[in-house]
């Protein structure tokens, strides 16, 4: 089973603090997506990548960086935490040339 | 603009009822289409996906719709049991674009 994890399920930061959410996959994906998830808005995409060293701009970069440096890491940057990255934020990742995504469980980031 | 802290539509239906789950999506040149199911504290789940060049696939009590013409996505749901309680999302692509994924329905089954 493909399996996606995230370094943490809760988190609680202060603002302005740098914040990094670490996702890991163990099947070997190239494709890796990072989302946050706010109720009745869905999941919108901040950042994706294709390949290591690899990023690109989803729908709603502002506020987040990332880094790709191995093929089964990607990492999302909070680079000064405001109270309205409040939310919870899911990596995915798939093959390449596949277009279904597999998810990871979430981690819901407080900004006090 | 979007709105903050909107409600999400919800379908109830009593336990072993079938479940329709709709979905309108935006982009008429996309080829592939997804429903995911999210429970409670988890990751969004795959169920089943579907390519614009069919207009129905089953699979285990869940069966996708797609009407092209009108560009809409249906999820039934054979027999609803309690464990089908989530929140449904569609989602929609073409070629290696990222997936646009729509707001979801909050699924409720009545014992």
């Known amino acids: 089973d493909v399996k996606v994890t995230q370094s943490s399920r809760y988190l609680v930061k202060r603002t302005g603090e740098k914040v990094f959410l670490e996702c890991v996959q163990d099947m070997d994906h190239e494709n890796m997506f990072w989302y946050r998830q706010d109720p009745g808005l869905g999941l919108r995409l901040i950042y994706f990548s294709y390949d290591v060293k690899m990023k690109e701009k989803g729908d709603i970069p502002e506020g987040y960086s990332v880094s790709r440096e191995k093929k089964e890491r990607f990492s999302l940057i909070l680079e000064s935490a405001s109270t309205n990255q409040t939310s919870m934020y899911l990596c995915?990742?798939?093959?390449?040339?596949?277009?279904?995504?597999?998810f990871g469980p979430g981690t819901r980031l407080t900004v006090l | 603009g979007e709105s903050v802290g909107l409600h999400l539509p919800t379908l109830s239906v009593q336990e072993g009822d079938n479940s329709i789950i709709n979905c309108a999506y935006s982009?008429?040149?996309?080829?592939?289409f997804i429903w995911y199911k999210q429970e409670s504290g988890k990751g969004p789940q795959f169920i089943i996906d579907?390519?614009?060049?069919?207009d129905k696939r089953q699979g285990q009590r869940v069966t996708v719709l797609l009407n092209k013409t009108v560009k809409h996505l249906s999820l039934q749901i054979a027999a609803t049991q309690p464990g089908d309680s989530a929140v449904y999302f569609c989602a929609e692509n073409k070629g290696n674009t990222p997936l646009v994924f729509g707001k979801g329905t909050r699924l409720s089954v009545i014992a």
């Open positions: 995915a990742s798939s093959p390449l040339g596949t277009r279904g995504q597999f």
């Open positions: 982009n008429s040149a996309s080829d592939y």
């Open positions: 579907i390519r614009s060049n069919m």
